[in-house]
Nanobody, 119 residues
Framework: QVQLVESGGGLAQPGGSLRVSCAASGSIVRIYDMGWYRQAPGKERELVASISSGGRIKLADSVQGRFTISRDDAKNTMYLQMNSLKPEDTAVYYC?????????????WGQGTQVTVSS
């Protein structure tokens, strides 16, 4: 079994910074594409950023120039550095990863971590 666990969310002031992490554990052979999604109250879940196993990065227009995504394959961990935070960044942030385990190749989701931007 494979698990994704997010950490690092919390409260930040507008203009502040937070870093969230996503650690994968279990019988992992290889992790392919990884991504961060977010869902605000009353809104649909949206893709914030993704990073392929080859390092190709995609960022949503709304976070370009403010958020940075990275991964450390030695630690099976992905990061999202969020700078210049805005109140509209408030949401539950979920990580997502395509994982080849001992038994299957499938997509996994973390449980989510709350990010609140407020003064």
């Amino acid at each position: 079994q494979v698990q994704l666990v997010e950490s690092g969310g919390g409260l930040a002031q507008p203009g502040g910074s937070l870093r969230v992490s996503c650690a994968a554990s279990g019988s992992i052979v290889r992790i392919y594409d990884m991504g961060w999604y977010r869902q605000a109250p009353g809104k649909e879940r949206e893709l914030v950023a993704s990073i392929s196993s080859g390092g190709r990065i995609k960022l949503a227009d709304s976070v370009q120039g403010r958020f940075t995504i990275s991964r450390d394959d030695a630690k099976n961990t992905m990061y999202l550095q969020m700078n210049s935070l805005k109140p509209e960044d408030t949401a539950v942030y979920y990580c997502n990863a395509e994982v080849n385990s001992e038994w299957s190749l499938r997509t996994y989701w973390g449980q989510g971590t709350q990010v609140t931007v407020s003064s």
